[in-house]
């Protein structure tokens, strides 16, 4: 079973930037595809970025679009999102999946155990 291992978290001022990682506890990332998602206090969890196992394709939900940038180096076995011009509304915990693929509702397609996620606070 997939299981991730989120890091990279932590407290950015408004504008600020952060790159998270996501990493296999065992095995290898690379045949799968892979969505990052967040849950803000009080809201329920969402997607947030996904990328294909090949990285070809990825996609990104409309708030972080030109903010965000996923990528994955299957040589060092990880998915990275970057994070830039961070706001006040993007505090939550982050989450790494697997993913059926990334396309379509692909956000509705994890497969997997959750991990612990990753804190990021956006507070100036």
């Known amino acids: 079973q997939l299981q991730l291992v989120e890091s990279g978290g932590g407290l950015v001022q408004p504008g600020g930037s952060l790159r998270l990682s996501c990493e296999p506890s065992?095995?290898?990332?690379?045949?799968?595809?892979i969505g990052w998602f967040r849950q803000g206090p009080g809201k329920e969890r969402e997607g947030v970025s996904c990328?294909?196992?090949?990285?070809?394709?990825?996609d990104y939900v409309d708030p972080v679009k030109g903010r965000f940038v996923i990528s994955r180096d299957n040589a060092k076995n990880t998915v990275y999102l970057q994070m830039s011009n961070l706001k006040s509304e993007d505090t939550a915990i982050y989450y790494c999946s697997g993913l059926l693929a990334c396309y379509g509702n692909w956000s509705g397609r994890t497969f997997g155990s959750w991990g612990r996620g990753t804190q990021v606070t956006v507070s100036s």
């Open positions: 990328i294909s196992s090949s990285g070809k394709s990825t």
């Open positions: 065992g095995g290898s990332l690379r045949p799968y595809a």
